[in-house]
């Protein structure tokens, strides 16, 4: 792969994203500013992820939050496909939901794809998937929802519900616009082909559950775009409104280019991980510096490849002065990579502790969480 391509495609985000030419190629829209102070009056302030843009496109956001000053009942969805461990990267949107939610008093439609993963990878069995949802599960619930207003379901236990919007959905997708999406081919499983209307489902399963109207919003990371682009032609025709979204980046692992990736452990900082063994893994990733101290004081460190910055920058930093402060010093050669590292090691020790509290936690709560079929 040349540098500077890219695929991103549900199943695999390969290369060096450009998202400035996903937002063309995908034909979402950026998040502009009118539309972030719209967000941060309802919420009462802007998220970081909003401020530094690791969300960064939409569509028909700004619809979304004039449906729910009208009364429409705005609700949420999002989702996990359980195919491992939970790690950072997964957290990113779902710690943006929850932000939604409390600023909207939202309901929102959780979806766990033990189906999906189960059709896209050769070497998973239901039973190793049905662990990982239980396992994954605990991480979702940790993040906060309001078990009130948040509903949970696994698509192989919820499918009652599930299935008959899947076939009313299916019914109007051919085999060519799927291919078109999704870049399937004849060699595709026949599973995975249908799969996108069970991913459909929930973006119009509250007007089925209550019989009322309902505009949805979709916080994903940009990946999961074909899903609604498909969804969004098939709604009208089925006397729904089309679902918004609202996208992010991905978070880079903690090596020199890519994702954060499971299947690069020694690159993710997992949701399990001891606090002390994520520190570890931060004070081994990469960053911009210079190969010696010498060579990083004369010609300064590069922030802009620096998996450290990113982190402090896109989640971790709150401080716009401090991460401004950060970056002009890492340029000029005036900080040196270690300092970087241990503070970013020790924000995360502290995030690795709250969570694995939060998660013990989450035992007690998940059949309040969960539809059961
Ligand atoms: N396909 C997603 C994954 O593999 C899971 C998912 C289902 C999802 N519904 C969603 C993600 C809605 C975001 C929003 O992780």
């Given at each position: 792969?040349?540098?500077?391509?890219?695929?991103?495609?549900?199943?695999?985000?390969?290369?060096?994203?450009?998202y400035?030419?996903?937002?063309?190629?995908?034909?979402?829209?950026?998040?502009?500013?009118?539309?972030?102070?719209?967000?941060?009056?309802?919420?009462?302030?802007?998220?970081?992820?909003?401020?530094?843009?690791?969300?960064?496109?939409?569509?028909?956001?700004?619809?979304?939050?004039?449906?729910?000053?009208?009364?429409?009942?705005?609700?949420?969805?999002?989702?996990?496909?359980?195919?491992?461990?939970?790690?950072?990267?997964?957290?990113?949107?779902?710690?943006?939901?929850?932000?939604?939610?409390?600023?909207?008093?939202?309901?929102?439609?959780?979806?766990?794809?033990?189906?999906?993963?189960?059709?896209?990878?050769?070497?998973?069995?239901?039973?190793?998937?049905?662990g990982?949802?239980?396992?994954n599960?605990?991480?979702?619930i940790?993040?906060?929802?309001?078990?009130?207003?948040?509903?949970?379901?696994?698509?192989?236990?919820?499918?009652?519900?599930?299935?008959?919007?899947?076939?009313?959905v299916?019914?109007?997708?051919?085999?060519?616009?799927?291919?078109?999406?999704?870049?399937?081919?004849?060699?595709?499983?026949?599973?995975?082909?249908f799969?996108?209307?069970?991913?459909?489902?929930?973006c119009?399963?509250?007007?089925?559950?209550?019989?009322?109207?309902?505009?949805?919003?979709?916080?994903?990371?940009?990946?999961?775009?074909?899903?609604?682009?498909?969804?969004?032609?098939?709604?009208?025709?089925?006397?729904?409104?089309?679902?918004?979204?609202?996208?992010?980046?991905?978070?880079?692992?903690?090596?020199?280019?890519?994702?954060?990736?499971?299947?690069?452990?020694?690159?993710?900082?997992?949701?399990?991980d001891?606090?002390?063994?994520?520190?570890?893994?931060?004070?081994?990733?990469?960053?911009?510096?210079?190969?010696?101290?010498?060579?990083?004081?004369?010609?300064?460190?590069?922030?802009?490849?620096?998996?450290?910055?990113?982190?402090?920058?896109?989640?971790?930093?709150?401080?716009?002065?401090?991460?401004?402060?950060?970056?002009?010093?890492?340029?000029?050669?005036?900080?040196?990579?270690?300092?970087?590292?241990?503070?970013?090691?020790?924000?995360?020790?502290?995030?690795?502790?709250?969570?694995q509290?939060?998660?013990?936690?989450?035992?007690?709560?998940?059949?309040?969480?969960?539809?059961?079929?």
């Amino acid at each position: 792969m040349e540098k500077g391509e890219s695929t991103v495609t549900p199943w695999e985000v390969k290369g060096e994203v450009d998202y400035d030419a996903l937002i063309k190629q995908f034909g979402v829209e950026p998040l502009d500013d009118v539309l972030l102070e719209r967000l941060k009056k309802q919420a009462g302030f802007l998220h970081i992820l909003l401020r530094r843009r690791m969300f960064f496109a939409h569509r028909e956001l700004g619809d979304w939050i004039s449906s729910y000053d009208k009364g429409v009942n705005a609700a949420l969805y999002t989702g996990r496909g359980p195919s491992g461990n939970t790690h950072l990267g997964h957290l990113i949107p779902w710690i943006f939901t929850k932000y939604l939610q409390d600023a909207f008093g939202s309901e929102l439609y959780f979806q766990i794809t033990d189906d999906e993963k189960f059709y896209v990878n050769p070497d998973l069995t239901l039973e190793e998937i049905a662990g990982y949802t239980k396992d994954n599960l605990l991480d979702i619930i940790a993040v906060g929802f309001d078990p009130k207003k948040t509903k949970i379901f696994c698509d192989m236990e919820y499918t009652k519900e599930l299935y008959g919007i899947a076939a009313r959905v299916a019914k109007h997708v051919t085999f060519s616009t799927a291919k078109a999406a999704f870049g399937f081919t004849d060699s595709s499983n026949i599973g995975i082909i249908f799969f996108p209307a069970i991913q459909a489902a929930p973006c119009f399963l509250p007007q089925r559950l209550t019989g009322k109207d309902a505009h949805i919003l979709i916080p994903c990371a940009i990946d999961q775009e074909p899903y609604w682009r498909v969804t969004r032609d098939v709604a009208p025709k089925l006397g729904f409104r089309k679902p918004a979204g609202v996208y992010s980046k991905f978070i880079p692992g903690l090596g020199s280019g890519g994702k954060m990736s499971a299947s690069l452990p020694e690159t993710a900082i997992f949701l399990s991980d001891s606090p002390e063994a994520g520190a570890k893994k931060i004070k081994n990733a990469f960053t911009g510096g210079q190969p010696t101290i010498k060579e990083q004081k004369e010609k300064g460190g590069n922030p802009d490849v620096c998996v450290i910055y990113s982190y402090l920058y896109s989640l971790f930093d709150e401080d716009d002065k401090n991460v401004m402060e950060t970056y002009n010093q890492c340029k000029s050669g005036g900080i040196m990579c270690g300092t970087c590292k241990n503070r970013l090691a020790e924000m995360i020790k502290i995030f690795l502790t709250e969570h694995q509290k939060k998660r013990a936690d989450a035992k007690a709560m998940v059949n309040e969480f969960m539809l059961k079929g």
